[in-house]
């Protein structure tokens, strides 16, 4: 799998379709890794040259010691871009991946033609809960998050009829990088953007979950207000929508861009 060195760390991405095709960048969620894409880079790749990376700290990338910023998480996507010689892309991003997708329509917004930020929040949760959960993972490491994660992910029907999925999923964030998974709890308590969503100027669609407990349709419905013609969706999911909902899910992207 390629691998670029961008700022402090090592970004592992894998590219999909014909790069002389529109470009699709996805960037994952808390704990994940770019596989929790499948289902839409195996939709998309047909039209577009689709771009998923493993956010740093997680999957196949490296986890630099010091705490993450938001600034450093959208600035990697910029990279990865650069890096491909691609001026402009559409951009989707899920949970810590759509604050990020925030962060680059306020800060690169000539670098994407449309933003597309599913089951997030201009302000995802509260500080101190996330200064907790990380002292939490880097003393007793992943496994205590993992074993809870489920509720949180997904629905209890699609816990029960898709349970190989959900445990492939949750083995995956016990594996990952503990220090990795701190370091981007630290950039999410302090990620706010939310005095700055009246600066996006470009096509924004908003995904809530109406199952979501962790990012709300309330936390959708705030970014639609203060951001200049953007779309809300609501999609009958938890807070993973694109795995509960892939059918669903890509059909919102696909006749947003």
């Not at 996805?26 to 880079?41: A, D, I, P, V």
């Not at 449309?114 to 995802?124: C, E, F, Q, S, Y």
């Not at 002292?135 to 205590?144: A, F, Y």
């Not at 950039?187 to 979950?209: F, H, N, Q, Y």
């Amino acid at each position: 799998m390629p691998i670029f060195q961008s700022q402090d760390a090592q970004i592992n991405y894998q590219t999909f379709g014909d790069p002389n095709s529109p470009a699709l960048v996805f960037s994952n969620s808390l704990g994940t890794n770019y596989g929790m894409w499948q289902k839409q880079f195996n939709y998309f790749k047909e039209r577009f040259f689709v771009i998923c990376y493993d956010t740093r700290g997680h999957g196949s990338s490296t986890a630099p010691q010091e705490s993450y910023t938001l600034e450093q998480l959208g600035k990697d996507v910029i990279a990865l871009l650069d890096h491909l010689n691609i001026s402009k892309a559409a951009f989707c991003g899920i949970s810590m991946g759509g604050i990020t997708g925030q962060w680059l329509a306020i800060h690169y917004p000539t670098r994407f033609s449309h933003v597309i930020v599913a089951n997030t929040a201009a302000k995802i949760g509260q500080e101190q809960a996330w200064l907790d959960r990380a002292q939490l993972v880097r003393e007793q490491g992943l496994q205590p998050i993992a074993a809870t994660a489920a509720s949180r992910w997904f629905t209890d029907p699609f816990i029960q009829s898709h349970s190989v999925i959900v445990s492939n999923l949750c083995n995956d964030l016990s594996a990952g990088s503990a220090s990795g998974y701190a370091n981007c709890c630290e950039a999410l308590a302090k990620a706010d953007v939310r005095t700055e969503l009246k600066k996006i100027s470009i096509p924004m669609l908003i995904i809530a979950g109406t199952q979501d407990p962790v990012t709300t349709v309330a936390d959708g419905e705030f970014m639609q207000q203060q951001i200049p013609n953007a779309l809300l969706a609501e999609i009958n999911a938890s807070h993973i929508s694109n795995i509960e909902l892939p059918d669903d899910f890509n059909q919102l992207i696909d006749k947003f861009i």
